[in-house]
């Protein structure tokens, strides 16, 4: 069991990122496939999360609005489209899925974790 996470870089404010959270070794449906963050010197913190089976999504109020996420279930891929970017979305992006009911903010609750993608807004 596997999570890949891509597409993490450098990127001016206002800007966008698409971040790709690839599953090997078990399929997304029926789990909860979520993202988490931790910003330098910060601890780690819930940005989103979907669920595969009916496609329930649910933000944290500092991305609502600005951050789409999605997943596509025949190529078993989650993708976090970041938009509107801010200096304060600095950091490592952790994708991550759990065998759960609902969606949790909760690290202890999730199952398995990619090896985190970097984020860096700046001018």
């Known amino acids: 069991v596997q999570l890949q996470a891509s597409g993490g870089g450098l990127v001016q404010p206002g800007g966008y990122l698409r971040l790709s959270c690839a599953a090997s070794?078990?399929?997304?449906?029926?789990?909860?496939i979520g993202w988490f963050r931790q910003a330098p010197g910060k601890e780690r913190e819930w940005v989103s999360c979907?669920?595969?089976?009916?496609?329930?999504?649910y933000y944290a109020d500092s991305v609502k609005g600005r951050f789409t996420i999605s997943g596509d279930n025949a190529n078993n891929t989650v993708y976090l489209q970041m938009n509107s970017l801010k200096p304060e979305d600095t950091a490592v992006y952790y994708c991550?899925?759990?065998?759960?009911?609902?969606?949790?903010?909760?690290?202890?609750?999730?199952?398995?974790w990619g090896q985190g993608t970097l984020v860096t807004v700046s001018s």
């Open positions: 070794g078990f399929t997304l449906d029926y789990w909860i």
């Open positions: 979907i669920s595969s089976s009916d496609g329930t999504t």
């Open positions: 991550v899925v759990g065998l759960l009911s609902f969606c949790s903010g909760y690290e202890y609750e999730y199952d398995y």
